[in-house]
C-alpha cells in the first residue's frame, strides 16, 4: 500500500511516489472530469467524463527560462450556439436597430481629416521653462465682445471672422445665439416658473456646436450647415407639448451633474450676451437679436437669484474674471483668488521697529524699502508678498517641498546666507546670529535629511550647504600657507572647549586611548543633545559617514559635489582624534577615496571643467589623508600600511607637474600635497624607505628650484610646492639625525625607538649645497618688500632645513666636529653676519609690534557668527597684510632665522656673542616693551591659539638666544637682560598646551638664572632698604630688611627653582610629547594634532603655586606635614614672590592684592608652626608691608570674586578660628585679622570677629605702632551698622575689649560708639534714634567712670598716644545741650556729674 506523504519530504519525494503509483497502475482515489464550456450549451453535456487522461507532472517538458511577457493574443467572443448571427446581416444595423440610448440620435460619426493640419515643432528656448500662455494674452486684439468665452470660443469666432468677413452686426449676433443644448436647458427652466416661449418665433442663426473643424476644407462648412439644417427642420416639426416630453426623457436619461453643468453653461452664456450687447449699444437695455424676445430675458441691472452676490462682499480687482465653465470654478472663492491681484504697494518703514530679514536668491540681504521687479522671482504669497525676497522660515517651509527644484533652490539659497554671514556681509544689519538661528531651528539634522534625498540635485544642494556650515572660509587656506613655518604642522583641535569638561584628568592618558574611551554618558546622548555642545558630534551620531561613503561610491555625483564632500570629510578630521579614528573605520570610505580619487592611472584631462573626477586624481583627497595622518601616529601607520599609499605617492612625487595628464594648476597642488603626506609621515618616522627610490627624482625637483625662483613672476602653487618639498627634507634629515639608543627595557616603545633609521646621513649630507644657493637667491629679495612677500614660505623653509641639517650633523658619532664648525662659521661669515646688519631686517623686527596679536588683541577678535558648538579659525575676508597670518608677516621668517641662530649658538659657542647681536635691534626691544606691559592677552579662541603659539615660539627663541649670550664674558651691548627676564616671566604665564616642553625649558634656563637679576650685582638689595625707611612714617618697621632678603634670595636661586620645578610640573605624558616635538626625536612624537586650550599652562598666580599646594596638602592631611619639607617650600616660594614684588612688579600684575593677601594667609592656614620660623616670619612682614603701600592699598578690593576661592568671608572666618587656636597673640598673625577689618570692606568681616570670635580679641595684641595701615582706615566713615555698634558696646560694657587687650580695635569701638551716641541727623529712622538714646543712657549710667569717660569725651584718633585717640577735657557746648535736652526729656537721670 502506497503511503502518503509527510511533513518534510521534497518535491524529489513527491516525483518519486508519483513514479511507484504510476508503475502499481492502482485505481486513483479522485476522477478528473472536464466540464463543457458555458457558452457551449447543452451541446457537451452529453459527452462521456474523460478518464484515460491524467494531471501528470513532468518535469522534463519544462522550459528551463520563464516565457517572455509578450502580450496575450486578442480574446474572441464566441457566439452562443443557439443564437446564430445571419451572415447577410449588417452588424452596424442591427446596432442601430436595438440601440434604445440617447445616442441613437448622433449620426455617422466622421473621423477628423489632419492631414491639411500644420504641424508646429517647439521652439527653443534659453529660459529654464517654456512660457506660459495667459488667457489675457487670447483677449489681445478680440473684439471686447468676446470677454466672457472661452479661449476656443474666441478662436473659432476669430477664424470665422477672418474667414467668412461679415459685417460686425452679424457677428454679433452670431456669437450671442446660443447652442442647442442652452435653449433647450432655459426652456426647461421658463417651464417651470409657468411660462411657455414662442418656440415658432425663435430663428436659428447658424450652427455653434457643429464647425465642420477637422474635416477637409472643402467640405468642412458643408457638413456642419447640413447637419445645422437636419436639426432645425426636425425641432420646427415638432409641437410644443413634444418638445417639453422629450426635454423630459432626456433629463430622466442624462446624468443629474450633466444638466446641472448644461445650466450654468447656459446662464453664463446669457451673461456674457447681455455684457456684449451693452458694449454694442450703451444705454440700451437687455440685447435682442433681430428684434425679437430672448429666450430667458433678463435684466442687466437685476441678477438672477442663482448668482446673486452677497450685497457686503466688495469686489476684487482681478486681472482675469473667473467663469464658471472653467474647471473647478463652479464655486467661486473669493478669498482664495487674492493673490491674482497686483501686489499692495510697498510700505515705507518710517519708524525703527523690527522687520524680519529677507534675502535674494544670492542669499543677500534685502533692504525693508527695496523695491524689485517681479520678474526676479522674488515675491511670492505668503505675508509681506509686497516685500521682495524670502525669509528663513519660508527658505525651511520651501526645503521640505514635494518640488525636488523648491528643495534644492531653498538649500542652495540658505548655503549663500551661511557663507555671507559667516564673511561678515551682514554686520549689525541683523539682530541676533543668523547661524545661532539656523542651528536652534534644526538646520542640522534639516542637511541631514536632505541627504537621504532620491533626488541628485538636492544631495548636491545639501552637500555645499554642508560644507558652508562646518568649514570656516578661509581656514584651510590659512593652515596649507603656514604648513612650513617652525613646527607649521601641528595644529589644535578644531573641536569645542567646552566638551573637554570631563578630560579634566586625561592628561596623564595616551592620545591613542582617548579616542577608544568614550563617556556612556556621551553614547547614550540623542544626536540633538550632542549637537547642541558639539555640531560635528552630533552630526557624526547621525550616520553622516556612511552617507557620504554612499554618495561618493554609488551616486557618483559631480565634480563640484566630490570637493564639497572631500572637504567636509577634511573638517570632520580635524575635529578630533576620535572623529579621525572614525573616518578612518568607516567602511570602504578610505577605500573609496583612495580607489576613485587617487588612482594610479586615468585618462587625460583637458583644460576645461571635466564632468566627472571619478578615477581622476584629485587634490583634496591627498590633503584628507595628510589630515588624517597628522591625527597620530597610529593612524599614519594604518594608512601607509593598509591602503598602498607608498606606490601612490611615488607616482605622484616620481613625474613633474607639467608631465602629470592633468591641469597644471591641479598638478602642482596634487604634487604639493604628496609631498606634505610624506612629510607628515616622516615627522614620526615612518616612510623614510621611499627616499632611496624616489632620491633622483628630489634632486631633480630640488636642482629646479633656481629656476622656479629667478622667474619675474613666481607662481603661488609653484612656491607652495617647493615650501613642501623643503619640508620634506627637512623631515628626512632630522630622521637621518636620530641615533637609536641602546633599549633600556623589553617594552614595544622602548623596541621602536631603538629600531634604527632607514635613511644614513650620507644619503642628506649632499642636501645642503643644493639648498643653501636657494636661500641665497631668496634673500636677494629682502629689499624689496612686494617681492619678498611673494615668495611666501620659501625662505622660512630654508632656514629651517639649514637648522635641521646642522642638529643632525652635529649629532653623527663618527665625524669629526671640527667639519661642522668650520662650516657653521663659513655660513656665519658669509651669510648670517651680513644679513643680520641688512637694513631691511630692521624693518622686519620693526613691523613686529604692527603684526603680533598680543600687542593688537582685536586682530583675534571673535567674528561676528561665532558659533560655540562649532570652532573654526574664523578667517573669513582673509587677514591683512600686515599681521601673523598676513602676506607680509614678519614672523615666520624670523621665528626660522632665530631657530637657526639658537642651533649654531648652541653647537659653535664661539658663535654666540656675535649671533647674539640680533638681540640689540630696536624693534625687537620695542615688541618686548609692549609684550611685558600690563595688558591682558586675548581671549583664548581658535585662532587666537593659533597665532598666540607663532608668536610665542619668535618669544621662546628669543630668549633661549638672550640666555645663552647672558653667560658670555664681557655681555653683549645693547642687550636689556632684565627685559627679558620680564619677557621670560609674561612667556611663562602665557604658554598654551603642546608648549610643555617650552615652559619646563623656561624655568631651567631663563626664568630663575641670576644673569638675568642684573639688580643683585647695581645696588637693588640696598635701595630697597633705603625705600622701606623711606616709607616708615607711613607704616611701620615691619618691611625692614629687605634688602638683605632679597640678596639671601638671589643666593638661593637654585634651591627657588627646584621647588617651582617640583611643584609646577606638568603633565608627563605631556612634557614627554612635547619634548619629542621640539627637539626631533620623530620616534617618540605621539600626533601633531593638539590638545584643545582651554587656558594656559600655569595659572596666573603660579609664583604662589606651592603655597597653595601646601594649604590643599595640609588640609587632605590632618596628621600635619613634615616640617622640613613645609618651611623649605615656604620658605623659596616667599622669598620668589619677594623678589618679583620688589623687582618685577609687573610679573605679578595680573595677580590683584586680594588675591596676594589669601595667599599669604594660606602660610598660616598650614599648621600651627609654620608662622612661627623667623625667616617666614620675614618674609611675610616683608610682603604685608608692600601691600600696605600707599600706591597699593586702594586697589585691595575684598569683595571681589577671588581665583581659587569661593568666597573671601569663608577663609576669613577659618582664618579667625586658626588664630584663636594657635596664634598665642602672635603680632605678624593679628597684623592680617586687622588688614580686612577696615571700615572700607565689608561689614560681615567685623561681625564675624565680634560676634562669633569675640574671644580673639584678647589676643590682638598688636600696638598701634605696628599697624600697617593708618588709624584712620578703620574709624572714618563712622559705623552705620547698629548690630555691629551693639556689639561693639557689648564688647566695651563686658570687658571682652580692653586696651592692653587689643589697642587697636579699642579705639576704633570707642570712636564708632561715640560718634553713634552723640548722632543727631534728623533722617534716621525711629529705631535708630531709639537705639542711640538707649546706648547713651547705659553709658551715662556705667560704673567704669574710665570707659565712660572714653565713650563721652573721644575726640579724634591717634595712634601716637597710648589710647589710640584724644579726649575732650570737657564736653563740647554741642553735647552737653544735647545732654541737657534729654535731661529734661527723662532720657538720662539728674544729679550725675557731667565731667
Known sequence: MLSRPKPGESEVDLLRFQSQFLAAGATPAVQLVKKGSRRAGDANLEQPPLQDHRDVVMLDSLPDLPPALVPAPPKRARPSPGRLLPEHEDPEERLNRHDQHITAVLTKIIERDTSSMPVNLPVSSGVAFPPVFHRSQGRQGKPATAGKRSIFAQEIAARRASGAKVSPVREVASILDPPESAMTCEALTTRERGSQPPWNSYSFQGPHLVTGKGLKSQEAEQEAQTIHEENVARLQALAPEEILQEQQRLLAQLDPSLVAFLKSHSRTREQA????????????????????????????????????LEPETPALALPVTPQKEWLHMDTVELEKLHWTQDLPPLRRQQTQERMQARFSLQGELLAPDTDLPTHLGLHHHGEEAERAGYSLQELFHLTRSQVSQQRALALHVLAQVIGRAQAGEFGDQLVGSVLNLLLDAGFLFLLRF?????VDGVIAAAVRALRALLVGPGDEELLDSAF???????????MPSQEGKEDEDEDEEPPAEKAKTKSPEEGNRPPSELARHDVIKGLLATNLLPRLRYVLEVTCPGPSVVLDILTVLIRLARHSLESATRVLECPRLVETVVREFLPTSWSPMGSGPTSSLHRVPCAPAMKL????????????????????????????????????????????????????????AASYGLGSDLYRELYPVLMRALQAVPKELSSPVPRPLALQRIASLLTLLTQLTLAAGCIAPEPSSDSAEASLLATPSSITWTQVSGLHPLVEPCLRQTLKLLPRPEMWSALGPVPTACLLFLDAYYQAWSQQPGLCPEDWLQDMERLSEGLLLPLLEHPSLGSLWESLGCCSPLCNPQSCAVAPETISSLASLGCAGGHPPLSLAGSASPFPFLTA??????????????????????????????????????????HLTPFSAWALRHEYHLQYLALTLAQRAATLQPPVAGTDVALCHSMALALLGRLLPGSEHLAHELMLSCVFRLEFLPERASGGPEAADFSDRLSLGSGGDLGCGRGALLAQACQDLPSIRSCYLTHCSLARASLLASQALYRGELRRVPALLLAVPKEPLLPTDWPFLPLIQLYHRASDTPSGLPPADTVGTALRALQWVLVLESWRPQALWAVSPAARLARLMCVFLVDSELFRETPIQRLVAALLARLCQPEVLPNLNLDCPLPGLTSFPDLYANFLEHFEAVSFGDHLFGALILLPLQRRFSVTLRLALFGEHVGALRALGLPLTQLPVSLECYTAPPEDNVALLQLYFRALVTGALRPRWCPVLYAVAVAHVNSFIFSQDPNNSDEIKAACRSMLQKTWLLTDEGLRQHLLHYKLPNSALPEGFELYPQLPPVRQQYLQKLRISGVLPNGVSET
Open 450 to 454: 536632505s541627504l537621504d534625498d532620491r
Open 897 to 938: 632665522l632665530l631657530s637657526l641662530l639658537n642651533t649654531l649658538g648652541r653647537i659653535h659657542k664661539g658663535l654666540c656673542g656675535q649671533l647674539a647681536t640680533v638681540l640689540a635691534a630696536p624693534g625687537l626691544q620695542n615688541y618686548f616693551l609692549r609684550c611685558v606691559a600690563p595688558v591682558a592677552a586675548p
Open 273 to 308: 450676451e447681455e455684457k456684449a450687447t451693452r458694449e454694442q449699444r450703451p444705454g440700451r437695455p437687455s440685447a435682442e437679436v433681430t428684434g425679437k424676445e430672448a429666450i430667458a430675458p433678463t435684466s442687466a441691472n437685476v441678477p438672477r437669484q442663482e448668482d446673486e
Open 484 to 494: 612650513s613655518w617652525y613646527h607649521g604642522a601641528l595644529m589644535f583641535a578644531l
Open 625 to 680: 589623508l595628510r589630515v588624517l595622518a597628522s591625527a597620530g601616529r597610529n593612524i599614519a601607520a594604518r594608512l601607509l600600511s593598509g591602503f598602498d599609499l607608498r606606490s601612490r605617492l611615488s607616482r605622484f612625487i616620481a613625474e613633474d607637474p607639467q608631465d602629470l595628464a592633468l591641469p597644471l594648476e591641479e598638478a602642482e597642488t596634487l604634487s604639493a600635497e604628496a609631498f606634505r603626506l610624506w612629510a607628515v
